[in-house]
């Protein structure tokens, strides 16, 4: 199979974006307080996202093995489960950092109390 100048130039464009992704990643690890699943997950995404460039008609067998007609459709699954726990994730972070910010702003309220003037 021979590949065209328009799908060696995606290829390529897809490469480079993931390791952008990947130079991004290492250089905020010390930011980003994720867990070592969450960073096993990301590695086996990179992964997967470098085989699916290279190899799409691999995609498109494995697609054909669950039951998908194309590659492209299964990748779209895939990034929709992604996109959905990735929003409950965030969800769930920022809801617990409101209610440590709120139990800390009654700390300080409780240790340092502002009593009202007398204005009789």
Request: hydrophobic share 55%; proline share 2%.
């Amino acid at each position: 199979m021979t590949q065209t100048t328009t799908q060696i130039i995606i290829q390529v464009l897809l490469l480079l974006a993931t390791a952008l992704l990947v130079l991004y990643f290492l250089r905020n690890r010390r930011k980003a307080r994720a867990k070592a699943w969450v960073k096993i997950g990301f590695v086996g995404f990179i992964a997967a996202a470098v085989w699916a460039v290279l190899r799409p008609d691999d995609l498109t067998a494995v697609a054909n093995f669950v039951g998908v007609d194309r590659g492209t459709d299964l990748m779209l699954y895939a990034l929709a489960v992604a996109f959905m726990f990735t929003t409950v994730s965030s969800y769930v972070r920022f809801r617990e950092q409101e209610l440590r910010y709120s139990k800390l702003a009654r700390a300080v309220a409780l240790q340092n109390p502002v009593l009202p003037e007398d204005k009789l």
